[in-house]
């Protein structure tokens, strides 16, 4: 009998740990990648709010050959580049994604939509069974359809509500963001 008891005692050590292994897998799963790129600063501003309120690893997209630093002729650049549908090299190693199950994706407005090295991240990338949620930052235009062009470069994502800022964000913006991290289903810190 007593036997028994230690043989039940330690089967059901056994299953607590089983249990608790599972319970930390799905922890795990739960992780937000913040992926962004910025050429002068404002989106990378809005992500660092967004790090403030939520629990996210955050990876810099980065050209390989870096755009022009003078506005005009950065335009000129990003214009090309759209007209040509152009997937532009990125420096370094992209992140895996199969560490995450909600990805952000943060991008400045050029020419009505994403940057196209936001594309050559997209094409690259596995989105089967990722949440996308996108942001932009915007001189005016809003965010245009840049959500919706995303979309069709992410099979198998499910897309979140996107956000738009102007420039900054200005005053407004942690209220702003709060809102709509919450309404993505983000657990605020
Ligand atoms: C190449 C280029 C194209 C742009 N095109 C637009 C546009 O079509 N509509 C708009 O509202 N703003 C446009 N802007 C303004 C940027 O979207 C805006 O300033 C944004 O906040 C910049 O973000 P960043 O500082 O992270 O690069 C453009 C800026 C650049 C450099």
Redesign the pocket.
Known sequence: MKRLIIAALVAFAGATQATAATDDTAKESKKTLIVYY???????HVVEQIRKLIDAEVYELTPEKAYPTE?HQ??EV??REKENNARPALKGELPDLSKYDTVIVGF?????TF?MLVATFADAAEWKGKTVISF???????A?DSDKDLQKLCPGATFGKPFSAY??GGSSLEKELRAWLSANKLSLK
Not at 38 to 44: F, P
């Open positions: 910025s050429w002068g600063g404002n989106t990378r506005y950065c335009t990003a214009k400045p407005i050029w020419w009505g940057p932009c930052t915007h001189g005016g235009g809003g245009y420039g900054k």
